[in-house]
């Protein structure tokens, strides 16, 4: 049995490359490389180093999981034939999970296994971002949600942000516990020519383009106390960085019906009072109590944003549905998030629920004049005419077209309410034959890109065909992110029954073919069908 010499191949520079490890690379029978995407390979490939690489187990395996411990089986197995040089990128001992795997296995086996020190990527993510590690720097795996729900507490260096799809996964849950702006750094190919380590927004994560396997990311803490503070104007809480503020200065919104107290006088006519919300109120103000639910009392604005967005999209599933019992349980639970939120704000000195309910019915009010005033109007557009003038009178900082179409909304309802804030000032197309047009021209040029080969036209193209797509189910009145959560419902639910089908039978999803698999899925769509009769 053999000895496993386990190197680093560094952050990308040759330069960075030790002497050592590029003596054991030159002079060992068995180099194997984890992986031979690396900026490094070529230079061995200059230098006549014989390698092998397990890329092709990336292809075969379901997980990293199974990827990382075949990997560790291979070297392994390689060491029964004398000794083995396993060179993976960075360090081996920095977010390398197959070193870890191998120390256990190695040790299990009796065979000898030696770690030669290497830089990583992070001694140069240091002089870049100007912080020292002394202060607690945290290093995961892009994957470790768990952890991830820490970020904000301590400074977080985030490892194996390879692709978008792992970048958008990871926007999404570093959301749950930071605002949609906090400012991250994006960190891609230190040490080479083209390397990047620059501010971006949160939510802009996953919109960088040349993401890969050289990529990180670094969540800094947040300000010590700032998810506490309550600012008295927006200027302060903008000077803290990574804290969005959504007040604003109750001057620019004083109308004259405002003062005159239009709400009061017609809340009696509008039939607020035949509601009695205060028991909720009250409830949760027990909760919320010293002695009430634990819980509760830990909770922030931010530990529950991500509740909100849930508590919407259950409503807008049972809608989907027409669950009547359904409808009226979520809207309770979206009620009640609303007074969780008012009630932690009451109790920091910023506002309560009543001024909660006020701002919105001055705001209905203010905005209905054909109701509550004396304006005319003959039909519904001339009302959204109306309620888009009061609107931008209120909103005055807004100063162009498209501001107030939120960065972090889903894509497909961001474009939609973008193509319509256009379209009401006549930047749009004039039907949607016009429209369908388009989406196929960006078809075409999307094939182009594809055929090409050229991945960032394709991807840009892609884009196109979304946009146009988008735009044509709005001049047909269909809001694309309801009829893409729709058909996601619809999947899931032909999707699972398949999946009882295939475990009815007692057999595995390989002894299949996909042709019976669709018949399964053709049976869903006819009880659907049915269902819906």
Not at 284 to 303: A, F, I, N, V, Y
Not at 383 to 411: C, F, T
């Amino acid at each position: 049995m053999g000895t496993i010499t386990i190197v680093g191949l560094g952050p990308g520079a040759v330069g960075h490359l030790s002497l050592e490890t590029m003596g054991l690379l030159q002079n060992c029978a068995q180099v194997i490389l984890r992986t031979a995407v690396h900026p490094t390979v070529a230079e061995l490939e200059k230098q006549n180093v014989k390698f092998t690489s397990c890329d092709d187990l990336y292809e075969k395996a379901a997980s990293f999981e199974e990827v990382y411990d075949s990997v560790v089986e291979r070297v392994l197995a390689a060491a029964q034939n004398g000794d083995v040089v396993y060179a993976v990128p960075g360090s081996p001992l920095v977010a390398e999970k197959t070193v870890v795997l191998m120390r256990t296995a190695a040790k299990a086996q009796g065979v000898k296994l030696v770690i030669k020190p290497s830089m990583s990527f992070l001694d140069l993510a240091y002089v870049e971002l100007g912080i020292d590690p002394i202060a607690g720097l945290q290093i995961i795996d892009a994957q470790d949600f768990a952890e991830i729900a820490s970020a904000g507490q301590h400074p977080l260096m985030i490892t194996q942000v390879y692709s978008q799809m792992v970048a958008g996964d990871l926007k999404i849950a570093l959301m749950d516990v930071l605002p949609d702006e906090y400012e991250i750094y994006f960190l891609r190919n230190l040490g080479l020519p083209d390397e990047e380590c620059r501010p971006i927004k949160l939510f802009e994560l996953d919109r960088q383009p040349n993401i890969d396997h050289l990529t990180s990311a670094y969540v800094p803490p947040m300000p010590e106390g700032a998810e506490d503070t309550v600012f008295e104007n927006v200027d302060d809480a903008e000077a803290v960085p990574g804290i969005i503020t959504f007040g604003e200065d109750e001057d620019e919104f004083a109308e004259e019906g405002e003062e005159e107290g239009y709400a009061e006088d017609f809340l009696p006519e509008a039939g607020f009072d035949d509601f009695d919300i205060q028991p909720l109120a009250d409830v949760m103000r027990t909760l919320r109590e010293p002695d009430g639910c634990p819980w509760d009392r830990e909770q922030t604005h931010k530990s529950i944003r991500s509740n909100m967005i849930e508590e919407v999209y259950e409503y807008l599933e049972a809608v989907d549905a027409d669950d009547v019992d359904g409808m009226r349980e979520e809207l309770g639970d979206l009620l009640m998030q609303v007074v969780f939120h008012a009630r932690m704000a009451q109790e920091a000195g910023r506002f309560d629920l009543q001024d909660v309910i006020d701002e919105v019915v001055d705001k209905l009010i203010r905005r209905h004049p054909h109701v509550f005033g004396d304006t005319h109007v003959d039909n519904s557009d001339d009302v959204l005419v109306n309620w888009e003038a009061i609107k931008k009178q209120e909103k005055q900082e807004r100063k162009h077209v498209l501001d107030g179409v939120s960065q972090g909304l889903p894509a497909l309802l961001r474009a939609y309410k973008l193509q319509s804030k256009a379209a009401k000032v006549g930047f749009d197309w004039q039907d949607s034959a016009s429209v369908w047009a388009k989406v196929q021209e960006e078809l075409g040029e999307l094939q182009e890109a594809l055929q090409a080969g050229d991945k960032a036209a394709a991807e840009s193209e892609l884009g196109d065909v979304l946009f146009a797509v988008v735009n044509y189910a709005r001049h047909n009145g269909i809001e694309p992110e309801v009829a893409l959560d729709g058909t996601n419902n619809r999947f899931a639910s032909r999707f699972n029954y398949v999946e009882e089908q295939v475990e009815a039978s007692g057999k595995t999803w390989q002894d299949f073919t996909l042709n019976q698999l669709d018949e399964f899925w053709n049976q869903a769509k006819e009880l659907e069908r049915k269902s819906d009769l």
